[in-house]
């Protein structure tokens, strides 16, 4: 089958539509990608057998954009339809796949047009819980009010679009967990969505001394790890917080991208274990992965202070199984519920506002019971070997659109 993907960003950072694309080009379909051209961007590439193009659009920013002029209010769910005429027009697709609710409205007016499959995919939170997060906010006086204003609008009108979407014909609802399909059943009807989570290709984790060097860690340290980047509520602080109460001899290594890194610089001078703290810059995925396998044990303090922290499965919960670590983490949605059916880790209550004694009880828990830390670390390996990989979760996405093509 000839797939439009179509997606609201300049494909650079979007892991999930890569993953998905190569998926279904090795599957034998032929498929285009289509996402917004930056100043960092090519307009077009050819990638593992997949076709990037990317499209300029006038006036807008590829995720939010302003609210000053309500004109961009009223298109707000009509301004990428330009990506899907692109779409269309270089070669008529059999079959077009929206990568959240920003596309899915014009590209399934295309699909209807043409008679053809369409699919609607989302990751997270329904578009509605993350509007917040992708429009910058007003903070001052009225102008703060007109935000809060058009925020609403724009909710009621993602709300209506949903339902609207699956009453019109939706061939697939793909959702990136168990608890945002569940969610999105709930409130909008129709079929429930299938779920193909995000999850790295298998990569057997190799054991090394390379994080300790890097940190300057003694022999008889802990090495705590924590994947970036560090967003709110990914419990970063409580990480942090954390350390105070379990003493010397701890040493949290963040590892990735860390926005605001004055931010937590502050909190850990204020805690007193500023000693203990290291940040190691971004690099690239088989560095990262090398440097990972060789901590003690990953935490995943989600903080579930929003829908999608709720519902959503934390890349850095996927990336310290792939690191072969035991896990630490925060027992939200599915993250507790992987974490209880293979045994890699320790779950602590998940709370708002999160509670860093909790956290530094489970960490304790698990370093200073060796059988317990070997064992989960065994399960994390042989989890991600034998079901928690792309190449595994990709089947799932592979045969919804061989069921798609047979009931064309």
């Known amino acids: 089958m000839k797939i439009a993907l179509v ?40 990638e593992g057998g997949v076709v990037f193009v990317r499209v300029p659009l006038k006036g807008w920013k590829a995720h939010g954009g302003g609210l000053r002029r309500p004109v961009r209010l009223a298109l707000w769910y009509e301004r990428f339809r330009p990506l ?12 077009i796949h929206a990568c ?11 699909a209807l047009a043409l008679g053809i499959p369409f ?35 724009l909710r009621r009108k993602a709300s209506a679009l949903e339902t609207k979407l699956r009453r019109r014909g939706v061939a697939a609802t793909i959702a990136d967990s168990d608890s945002l399909a569940d969610d999105l059943a709930r409130r909008y009807g129709g079929a429930p969505p299938a779920v193909v989570r995000t999850i790295p ?17 003694f022999v008889t340290d802990r090495v705590l ?6 967003t709110d509520g990914c419990g970063a602080d409580m990480a942090i917080r954390s350390l105070r109460l379990l003493g010397e001899g701890h040493v949290l290594a963040f590892l990735g991208c860390a926005p605001r ?17 290291r940040f190691i810059p971004e690099a690239p995925e088989g560095e990262t992965m090398r440097l990972a396998a060789s901590a003690d044990v990953a935490l ?84 991600h070997r034998e079901s928690l990989n792309w190449e595994r979760e990709s089947t799932r996405l592979v045969d919804l659109y061989d069921a798609i093509e047979q009931n064309r």
């Open 225 to 230: 790890l924590f994947f970036g980047p560090l």
């Open 300 to 383: 995943v303090p989600t903080e579930p202070a929003t829908p999608q922290l709720r519902l959503g499965i934390p890349p850095r919960f996927w990336s310290s199984l792939a690191a072969g670590l035991p896990v630490v983490a925060s027992d939200t949605g599915d993250v507790g519920a992987i974490v209880r059916e293979t045994g890699a880790g320790v779950l602590y209550p998940a709370r708002c506002p999160q509670d860093p004694a909790a956290l530094a009880e489970g960490i304790h828990t698990l370093l200073h019971d060796g059988p317990l830390a070997r064992t989960c670390a065994e399960a994390a390996v042989r989890a």
């Open 119 to 153: 699919v609607h995919d989302v990751a997270g939170a329904a578009y509605v819980d993350r509007l917040a997060g992708i429009i910058a906010p007003s903070t001052h006086g009225a102008g703060r009010a007109a935000y809060q204003g058009a925020l609403g609008l």
């Open 84 to 95: 899907v005429d692109a779409a269309v027009a270089r070669e008529t697709p059999e079959a």
């Open 100 to 110: 959240d609710l920003d596309v899915a409205l014009p590209a399934q007016d295309a």
């Open 261 to 277: 890194l004055t931010k937590y610089e502050r909190i850990a001078d204020a805690e007193g274990v500023s000693g203990q703290v």
């Open 7 to 46: 997606t609201a960003d300049d494909l650079t950072q979007n892991l999930r539509v890569r993953l998905e694309a190569r998926a279904l080009a090795a599957a034998g379909h032929r498929v285009t990608v289509f996402g917004v051209l930056s100043a960092a961007t090519e307009e077009e590439e050819d």
């Open 201 to 217: 290709p298998y990569r057997a984790p190799v054991r090394s001394n390379a994080l300790r060097r890097r940190v300057g860690a």
